[in-house]
């Protein structure tokens, strides 16, 4: 496949590209609701993540909100919950969690200090 990103959901195309040459069910995805979120909630969720030898920057800039991936990719995403939120141009989610020492994880990283938080008071496990 061709493509100028450097990731593209390949499974779920496959799906599709088989419906259509198959005669079988294919569907073309429908954008979730925005969810309205408080600003306060997404500063909270700010900041540095690190783990698996990656990094993600979740950041904003006035209200597009967004996450760079290794230093180098900008993925823009939006809230449709208060601890998920959805790529803006491709289909796929991605969820805030708290973990088991009430630290923010994005993305299996773990959100680095000064800005440490016991989450577990605000995100239910």
């Avoid at 259509?20 to 995805?29: A, I, N, Q, T």
């Avoid at 979730?32 to 979120?37: E, G, I, M, N, S």
Wanted: charged share 20%; aromatic share 16%; hydrophobic share 40%.
């Amino acid at each position: 496949m061709l493509s100028n990103y450097d990731f593209v959901p390949l499974t779920k195309l496959a799906e599709s590209l088989t419906g259509v040459l198959f005669g079988e069910r294919s569907s073309v995805p429908s954008l979730p609701a925005v969810f309205p979120l408080n600003d306060d909630i997404y500063a909270k969720y700010m900041g540095t993540y690190e783990g698996f030898g990656c990094n993600a920057v979740v950041d904003r800039k006035d209200e597009a909100l967004y996450f760079i991936w290794n230093d180098h990719t900008v993925v823009p995403f939006y809230p449709i919950s208060e601890t998920a939120f959805h790529h803006t141009w491709q289909d796929w989610s991605c969820t805030f969690e708290c973990d088991m020492d009430g630290r923010i994880t994005f993305l299996g990283m773990r959100k680095q200090a000064p800005n440490r938080l016991d989450c577990h008071r605000w995100i239910a496990l």
